[in-house]
C-alpha cells in the first residue's frame, strides 16, 4: 500500500507570513494526526482527525494555526502568522481504525521540515 | 506535555552489541509502542505492547512492560550500522473517552551503532 504522502518536503519563510502543508494519508485509515516535531524532540500532537471531525486540538495554537480534513481523506495545516518558534517538522500520521483502544499503530510521513526566518 | 521519558538521551555502542533503551511514564495505559526515526524522514512503528502484556518479540527486538513500575525497555541485539537513529516511546491513554486515545511521544534516544 501506498504510504502516507505529503507536501512540500522543505519551505523556507519569513516571520507573519503565512504557509500551508498538505497530507494524504493511506487510503481508508479514519484517523488522520498533525504533530509538531522541534529539532531534538519528540513529536507533539496538534490535531486528531477521526473521518473529517476533530478529535482534539487543545495543542493547536488556535490564534495562528488551523486545519481541516475535507471529506475525511486530504489534510491540509495552515500557519498564518508565522513565529520563529514554529521552525520544525510537521509530520501527518494516520491509522486504520477510528479512536479507541484498537491497538493500532501510526503511520507517518516523511514531514515537512519549516524554516522560519 | 509529553508522557514517556526514555533513557538514555543518547547511546553509541559497537556493531554487534546489544543496545538497551529504557521509557517509563507516569499515567495508566492502554498500550505502549516503540518507533524509529532516521534521519530527515518519518517515525516508522516497531512494535506494539499492550497494557496486559509484559514482553514481546519482532526479530532482532525485545520489548518489556512492567506496568507496576510504569517503564519498559527496548533490546536490540546484534546491533548493525543500520541501526543508527533515533528510537521513541509512545504511550496511549488507558482511559475511556476519546481525547485519550492519542499517541504521546517521549524525546526519544539517539542510537548510534560503529561498525
Known amino acids: 500500500e501506498a504510504g502516507v504522502a505529503q507536501s512540500p518536503r522543505y519551505k523556507i519563510i519569513e516571520k507573519r507570513q503565512s504557509v500551508a502543508f498538505w497530507c494524504n494519508p493511506i487510503?481508508?485509515?479514519?484517523?488522520l494526526y498533525w504533530y509538531q516535531q522541534i529539532l531534538g524532540q519528540g513529536p507533539k500532537l496538534l490535531i486528531q482527525f477521526q473521518n473529517n471531525g476533530v478529535v482534539d486540538d487543545s495543542q493547536l495554537p488556535k490564534d495562528r494555526f488551523s486545519a481541516e480534513r475535507l471529506k475525511g481523506v486530504d489534510s491540509t495545516l495552515k500557519i498564518q502568522p508565522a513565529k520563529l518558534e514554529d521552525s520544525a517538522v510537521y509530520l501527518c500520521?494516520?491509522?486504520?481504525?477510528?479512536?479507541?483502544?484498537?491497538?493500532?499503530?501510526?503511520?507517518f510521513g516523511n514531514g515537512t521540515r519549516l524554516t522560519v526566518t | 506535555s509529553q508522557q514517556g521519558e526514555e533513557d538514555p538521551q543518547a547511546l553509541s555502542i559497537q556493531e554487534g552489541e546489544n543496545a538497551t533503551m529504557n521509557c517509563s511514564y507516569k499515567?495508566?495505559?492502554?498500550?505502549l509502542q516503540w518507533y524509529r526515526q532516521n534521519s530527515g524522514r518519518g517515525l516508522v512503528h516497531l512494535i506494539l505492547?499492550?497494557?496486559?502484556?509484559r514482553e514481546k518479540h519482532s526479530g532482532r527486538l525485545r520489548v518489556t512492560l512492567d506496568t507496576s513500575k510504569k517503564s519498559s525497555s527496548l533490546l536490540i541485539t546484534a546491533s548493525r550500522a543500520a541501526d543508527t537513529a533515533s528510537y521513541f516511546c509512545a504511550t496511549e491513554g488507558g482511559n475511556s473517552g476519546g481525547s485519550n486515545y492519542k499517541l504521546t511521544f517521549g524525546k526519544g534516544t539517539l542510537l548510534t551503532v560503529n561498525p
Open positions: 505492547i499492550r497494557s496486559n502484556e
Open positions: 487510503s481508508g485509515h479514519a484517523t
Open positions: 500520521a494516520s491509522s486504520s481504525h477510528p479512536v479507541g483502544p484498537y491497538n493500532s499503530p501510526l503511520h
Open positions: 499515567t495508566s495505559i492502554n498500550n
